[in-house]
């Protein structure tokens, strides 16, 4: 299973962006897609999660009312569309399948706001 980001960049305070994930390969095993993202320094933490069948999702408090996430099962792609951005939202944003068995990721992608 791999994954592939696209979408991050520079934007000022108050922007968005659209992050965008697409899983290759045994895509039938995934249960849920999610965002994770890790500043330099820091640990990486939970941004947001969607379960692959009824499209349930979760989010960090940080974001919430901010970011939506959601899916494209046909693509086998989910997005995390990210809106009023703030200087704490920089960091490395990465996309994670979840089967019974595995977690998978992605390789980053960078996101920076600048204030």
């Known amino acids: 299973l791999q994954l592939v980001e696209s979408g991050g960049g520079l934007v000022q305070a108050g922007g968005s962006l659209r992050l965008s994930c697409a899983a290759f390969?045994?895509?039938?095993?995934?249960?849920?897609m999610g965002w994770y993202r890790q500043d330099p320094g820091k640990k990486r933490e939970l941004v947001a999660n969607i379960i692959r069948s009824g499209g349930s999702t979760s989010y960090a408090d940080s974001v919430k009312g901010r970011f939506t996430i959601s899916r494209d099962n046909a693509k086998n792609t989910i997005y995390l569309q990210m809106d009023n951005l703030k200087s704490e939202d920089t960091a490395v944003y990465y996309c994670t399948a979840q089967t019974l068995t595995e977690d998978y990721w992605g390789q980053g992608t960078q996101v920076t706001v600048s204030s």
């Open positions: 390969g045994s895509t039938f095993s995934i249960h849920a």
